[in-house]
């Protein structure tokens, strides 16, 4: 399976090569829909991973529970390892809401 990191933050980029060094890193994703059968991770807009989702992609949301006072900044590798979780979002149900 394709991996493909989405993130413009080096830090997480290398952490992340790491533990999947054959995988393709992109810093936008512009058209989810030219992804399928992918494992994809990174941090995306919840449309973006239901189109990604329902085209056979697997994704993986990298989430930072970090201190107010590291908010943004740079993280290195060691305090990713600390705050850093993966969550591997399986199914979404998605409804427009109108206004």
Same mark, same amino acid.
């Given at each position: ?41 990174? #941090?995306?807009?919840? #449309? ?8 056979? #992609? ?17 993280? #290195? ?23």
């Amino acid at each position: 399976m394709k991996v493909v990191i989405v993130s413009r933050h080096e830090a997480t980029v290398n952490y992340l090569k790491k533990r999947f060094p054959n995988a393709d890193v992109i810093s936008h994703m512009s058209d989810p829909s030219e992804y399928r059968n992918c494992l994809i991770i990174g #941090n995306l807009p919840i #449309n973006v991973i239901d189109t990604l989702l329902k085209n056979g #992609n697997r994704f993986v949301m990298v989430s930072l529970d970090i201190p107010k006072e590291l908010r943004g900044k740079e993280l #290195n590798e060691e305090e990713l390892k600390k705050y850093m979780k993966l969550y591997e979002i399986k199914e979404l149900k998605l409804e427009e809401f109108k206004l």
